[in-house]
């Protein structure tokens, strides 16, 4: 008797350690798909500052955090912050809003006929150009994208913009 106790106990123990796990994985935002390209000539052991700046003002709290994240990554990876800096980080974001037109290709006895439909876009990107002072030439720049249709951007705070800065800086040589 106490063993079928026992034994459902721990069955319960684990099909809930199972749906949390689950559910834990279902709720993480995937990786962003961070495209970068590096001057091959770039010694990052000749550059020891860098400023950070925004292209555009769009939405001054995204802005801070994005700032603040770029920043917290570059000194973490041995730069430090400066008005006259070795390097200019800057960056611009684009949140795409509205709607775009979707074709899809219909095989019918045949013939091919295309469905167009209207579908609803909240799209954020961001492209980050890193310039060497010195020649004012780009050194680094990395782009991604990411749907924000299933995102909350409400909690979009400074934790979450230094994880996506981490990401999208870590192909950024360290010194």
Known sequence: MQTNTLFSTCRLAALTLVTLSLLLTGCQTPPLDVQYRINDNFDSKQHLTFSVHAKHESNPDY??????????VLIEKGYQPSSKAD??????????????????????????????????VLEAKILVNAFEKRSDKVIWKASSSRDLTN???????????????AELFASFPAR
């Open 87 to 120: 390097i200019h980080i800057v960056y611009e974001i684009d949140i795409d809003q509205g709607t775009k037109v979707k074709t899809e290709a219909i095989p019918v006895r045949g013939q091919l006929y295309n469905r167009m439909t209207l579908e609803a």
């Open 151 to 165: 995102v909350n951007t409400n909690r979009f705070d400074q934790d979450r913009a230094n994880l996506r800065m």
């Open 63 to 72: 802005i801070e955090f994005i700032s603040n994240g770029i920043e917290k």
